[in-house]
Structure formats: C-alpha cells, structure tokens
C-alpha cells in the first residue's frame, strides 16, 4: 500500500509521516531536502534555478514511485511526484520562473513517467493557513526558507486547492492542521489516526 503526505512547505509534513510510519509500522520515504544540490541556489534566485530544481525533483520523485510500487511494504511517502508536478512546477509557471519551452518539455517528460506509475492508495491533505506555514518554517529555522515570500506560500495553497479538488483521480483525506499540535497533543495525533484508520481498515476500506 501507498500512502502520501500531501501539503505546503511547513505544514507538518515530515513530522506526520514520522509519527504516522511509527504508529502503524509503515516505512517512510522523505524528500530529497537537506542534500539536494539546487535547492540553495533556488531561492536565491529562482528564476535562473527553476527548470534544474524541478527537473531534479520530478526525477528523485519518479525514482522513489517506482520503488515504492515495486515495495511489498505498506510505504508512506513525503510528499508525491503528482504535487510535484501540479502544484509546485506549476507554480513555476504560473510565477513567470518556468518558460513556455521549458514547461512544455518538463510536462511532456512527466506524461511520458505517467505510463509507468499509479496514483497513490491514500493522500492526506494537510490543509494549513500562511500564518500557520510561516509560524512553522520560523520555528525550524532552516536558512534557504527564511527568504520565502508570502506571494509565493499563496501561490502554492491555491494550486494545492485546485490540485486536491480538481485534478487529483485518488482517495484523498483532508485534515484542517491549522490548531492542532500532533507533535506534541497526542490527541492531536489519534484523532487524525482514527480518521485514517475509518478509510483504510474500516466497514469500507479502500478498494471496496
């Protein structure tokens, strides 16, 4: 099975997958962050680093894909290659970062990726206020985000709205993040459980 942590830089992400692998014994797959080469340059200038950092990803993404579908364990991943491609390269584009050329051959390689992979079991959505994305990129205090514009954190939430609701063919589970504390509420943390738990194992899981 294949379960995805969909959301905004700094919507909890990386932390609901750790306690979610742990919780159900599933393994966890991360996104190349802390050692991927472009990511620094990016935001610095995004513009020049665009069409490199998004090719990098959608390829680390696709890698990962095809292993979690060869994968005879339950994988939960960090981010999806459909995010990837519909929210932040469009992003890209939408922003005036990505030409047309460019665009049209990163699109017409991910097509061509399409034919190769399924969408995932289950995505959950974690939906998140700027505020709340803005509190949480302080709070981890890595250097690279701290530069981050809040035209571009909006940017990113409408096209996570219009990807969730308009493009996306998968289950997804919603999960309004912006007053919990997972982390550190444990309530927190079983009521988006017992919510996962009712799609997964319940009177009609996935697949029925």
């Known amino acids: ?66 292993a979690i579908a060869k994968s005879e364990k339950t994988v939960i991943q960090d981010r999806s290659i459909f995010e990837g491609v519909y929210v932040f390269a469009a992003n890209n584009k939408q922003m005036g970062q990505l030409s047309d050329r460019d665009y049209e051959t990163y699109m017409e390689l991910f097509e061509q990726m399409l034919t190769q992979i399924r969408t995932p079991d289950l995505m959950i959505y974690l939906r998140a206020d700027i505020s709340h994305l803005v509190e949480n990129i302080q709070k981890r205090g890595r250097n690279y985000e701290q530069t981050i514009q809040i035209e571009y954190l909006q940017g990113l939430n409408e096209l996570y709205e219009q990807f969730i609701y308009e493009k996306y063919p998968g289950q997804v589970l919603t999960i309004d993040v912006n007053q919990l504390d997972y982390l550190h509420r444990p309530e927190d943390l079983k009521l988006i459980i017992d919510q996962i738990d009712r799609l997964l194992f319940g009177l009609f899981p996935l697949g029925d």
């Open 1 to 66: 099975m294949h379960i995805v942590v969909a959301g905004n830089i700094g919507s909890g992400k990386t932390t609901l997958t750790n306690l979610l692998a742990r919780h159900y014994g599933w393994e966890a797959r991360f996104e190349a962050v802390t050692y991927n080469p472009y990511l620094e340059d990016y935001y610095s200038n995004i513009q020049r680093w665009a069409f490199n950092l998004e090719v990098y990803f959608l390829k680390e993404r696709f890698k990962d894909t095809l």
